[in-house]
């Protein structure tokens, strides 16, 4: 077996990885992500991810790797965007079709809290990493000057805004200010994630019950 200029491997034998042909350049990209998200899923911690892992779960040399990402950094980022957009799906598809606005916010929180549960690895990804570039915004509202990639990345909270918005407008809310009582109500939902991630075995109530109580009292949902 011998490497192609590429650093893609390629075999006489039909054994192993073949050259990619013209315009698949992307899907090899698509299969680096999706073998970082397995390794991320399997070892449910990202030091796990190495440019030498992802490549082997991949079935590729390292140096294929460089073709589509300059670093371990890169591929986290991508991964990032992917969990991202999942975290947004999983919310709207739990909303979907619930007329009520109330259970409509409480169908969304539920389902982050679930992701966050079921998921640790990811969620981790997503709200537990250190970042050495954090994008700096003016002000808390000023959420139009972040970064075009994280203007992205946050829809999922926006769905949240939206939903308490609904709820205020139906007159099921006492919210003054949806935007900032949606962002005490994600960052509740963050705390309550993430003290049955790191202190497991704390006697807390079932995960559902606390949703529900930080849906109702954060959101200030009118009986």
């Known amino acids: ?6 650093g893609s491997a390629t075999s006489a034998g039909g054994g192993g ?5 013209r315009g698949e350049g992307g899907l090899l990209r698509d299969e680096i992500v999706a073998a970082a998200e397995r390794l991320l899923e399997r070892e449910g911690d990202e030091e796990a991810l190495t440019l030498r892992s992802v490549a082997r779960e991949a079935g590729i040399s390292a140096p294929s790797i460089y073709t589509h990402f300059a670093d371990r950094e890169a591929i986290l980022e991508a991964v990032l965007d992917i969990a991202f957009e999942r975290l947004r799906r999983l919310v709207l598809d739990a909303a979907e079709g619930v ?10 929180c539920h389902a982050y809290a679930r992701f966050g549960m079921e998921e640790p690895a990811r969620y981790r990804v997503l709200f ?15 959420i139009t000057e972040l970064p075009e990639v994280w203007r992205h990345r946050l829809e999922s909270f926006m769905t949240l805004v939206e939903a ?6 139906a007159g099921r809310s006492a919210s003054l200010d949806p ?4 962002t005490t109500l994600w960052t509740s939902l963050h705390g309550a994630v993430a003290m049955r991630q790191f202190i497991p075995g704390f006697p807390l109530p079932p995960v559902e019950r606390t949703v529900d109580d930080l849906v109702e009292r954060v959101a200030l949902i009118r009986s």
Do not use: Y
Not at 1 to 6: A, E, F, L, P
Not at 17 to 21: C, F, G, I, P, Q
Not at 128 to 142: E, L, M, V
């Open 1 to 6: 077996m011998k490497s192609d200029s590429t």
């Open 17 to 21: 990885r073949t050259r990619n042909r």
């Open 99 to 108: 007329e009520d606005p109330v259970e409509r916010l409480r169908s969304g």
């Open 128 to 142: 537990g990493r250190q970042r050495a570039n954090r994008p700096k915004i003016g002000s808390p509202r000023d």
């Open 164 to 169: 308490l918005d609904g709820c205020v407008k």
């Open 179 to 182: 935007f900032a009582d949606a």
